[in-house]
């Protein structure tokens, strides 16, 4: 297991991507650390990992309350005495055409997506510096590089996300720190749940290996940057996308 021992925080961990990239990292070795909003789904993703014999620590938050945040990575450094890697993961959507996206659409994705982003490796980075090693991974998408209809919101996050993890990776890299970010294409994620299935359909069209992405997928990403097998990789931005961008 190339993560033995290894402490991973990851936002967002409750479903979808933040879900597998949790069991993959467990699967590897590693102790979690875990944060969603919703505990409901939260507390049984700790319990269920905890099964398979791996050490959780779970706390239910708003990654956009810098308090909560902070308090959560105390507590894992107490625990765990160090966190090698922090997954910045946890987003949401709130689509609109540019002539009808309210400012509450707007700032409540740049809140969590971007905001909370740049929170939590602020809190986290210090850490990382002090031990002179660590590894940022963060959840940009291909709609950050390509843009995408009626999402002028989450693209701008997902851009920002490409900027600012190039710019932590120039600050970052002298101090040991290594930092990427990961551009997913279509998962099949509870994100897409509402879509219909002749609409899914036609987005695998668009994909050159005529599917949609699994979440599994992008954790075996995360999982292989967090590793020292990733050890000269550093702001890059990684499309797993099965082809649909070229």
């Known amino acids: 297991m190339r993560l033995q021992g ?8 409750a479903q979808g991507i933040g879900l597998a990239t949790a069991r993959k990292f467990a699967a590897e070795g590693a102790h979690l650390v875990l944060c969603d909003r919703n505990a409901d789904t ?3 993703v700790a319990a269920e990992l905890r099964a398979g014999g791996t050490q959780v620590l779970a706390q239910a938050l708003d990654v956009s309350d810098r ?16 966190i090698d ?4 993961n946890a987003g949401i959507t709130r689509d609109a055409r540019l002539v009808k996206m309210t400012d509450e659409q707007f700032d409540a994705v740049i809140d969590v997506n971007l905001r909370a982003v740049f929170r939590c490796t602020q809190i986290v980075a210090p850490h990382m510096i002090e031990r002179g090693s660590g590894a940022i991974l963060s959840a940009s998408s291909v709609v950050g590089l390509y843009g995408n209809f009626g999402q002028t919101n989450y693209a701008a996050t997902k851009a920002g996300i490409v900027a600012m993890t190039k710019t932590w990776a120039r600050e970052l890299g002298p101090k040991g720190v290594r930092v990427n970010a990961v551009a997913p294409g279509f998962i099949q994620t509870p994100m897409l749940a509402t879509i219909p299935d002749k609409v899914m359909e036609q987005m695998a069209e668009r994909v050159p290996l005529r599917r949609l992405g699994q979440a599994e997928e992008i954790a075996s990403v995360y999982a292989f940057l967090a590793s020292s097998e990733a050890s000269y990789i550093s702001g890059a931005v990684i499309e797993v996308d099965g082809g649909m961008t070229l």
């Open 67 to 82: 308090a909560a945040f902070t308090a959560l990575v105390d507590a894992a450094v107490a625990r765990f005495g160090q």
């Open 42 to 44: 939260l507390d049984p």
């Open 85 to 88: 890697t922090l997954i910045n």
């Open 6 to 13: 290894h402490i991973v925080l990851i936002t967002g961990a």
